[in-house]
């Protein structure tokens, strides 16, 4: 069974290059995002690390905590993070979890039970250990998204996306297609009108079951 929106994140116990973490415990009453990599030292991951690392400020303005994982050692990622850091003119502040025993990317469903690491493995053989997760600080799973091993991770994109999650758990709204900060949010259907007269002042009605408003100052 794959993990979904709603879900309860697995819990683990795991080395990182930081040292031991409990991830729940890690977690803590924080948002969190775990990014997934095949391998280190491998060239679109190295550009993802190196963005993640740039956008420090934004994950702490957001109040969520950024965390790795790629199935190497810790001495590897150690390694791996000077190159990081040197691409990105950027410190890699966050952790990256050693998953060199694949437990955690099969408790999250990147790769079958059954998977293992032949000797002289190439990314290939964990290809699909490349997905993004949010996590709420309920530590239920808020959105996900894979890419292919070719294509770079939009991080404007998840910066986007969490702030249309933070928006829509404080607000109890939802966001439209193409929303950013700042934009018009959807009622709820729940919410009647008079309601939402008194919560938004003016709003728009483009259908019954689609009105839009701005968030109140």
Not at 6 to 27: C, K, L, M, S, Y
Not at 135 to 161: C, H, W
Not at 171 to 176: L, S, Y
Request: aromatic fraction near 10%; hydrophobic fraction near 40%.
């Amino acid at each position: 069974m794959g993990l979904r929106i709603n879900d309860t994140v697995p819990n683990f116990t795991a080395e990182t290059d930081q040292g031991t973490i409990q991830f729940h415990d890690w977690i803590g009453d924080s948002w969190a995002i775990l990014f997934s990599h095949p391998k280190d030292f491998t060239p679109v991951c190295t550009t993802e690390f190196g963005a993640v690392a740039q956008l420090a400020d934004e994950w702490a303005k957001r109040g969520t905590k950024v965390i790795g994982v790629s199935v190497d050692g810790v001495e590897d990622h150690k390694k791996w993070k000077g190159d990081i850091e040197k691409y990105a003119g950027a410190t890699a502040g966050f952790p990256i979890i050693a998953d060199d025993g694949l437990a955690v990317s099969k408790a999250f469903d990147m790769l079958p039970a059954e998977a293992y690491l032949p000797d002289g493995r190439t990314p290939a053989d964990s290809a699909t250990v490349r997905s993004v997760f949010v996590i709420g600080p309920d530590k239920q799973l808020k959105l996900s998204m894979t890419y292919p091993m070719n294509v770079g991770r939009n991080f404007a994109e998840v910066l986007r996306a969490l702030d249309g999650l933070q928006t829509a758990a404080k607000e109890n709204v939802a966001t439209p297609a193409n929303w950013t900060p700042g934009g018009d949010v959807v009622i709820p259907v729940a919410v009647t009108d008079a309601d939402a007269t008194a919560k938004y002042g003016e709003f728009t009605t483009h259908f019954p079951y689609l009105r839009t408003a701005k968030l109140p100052g």
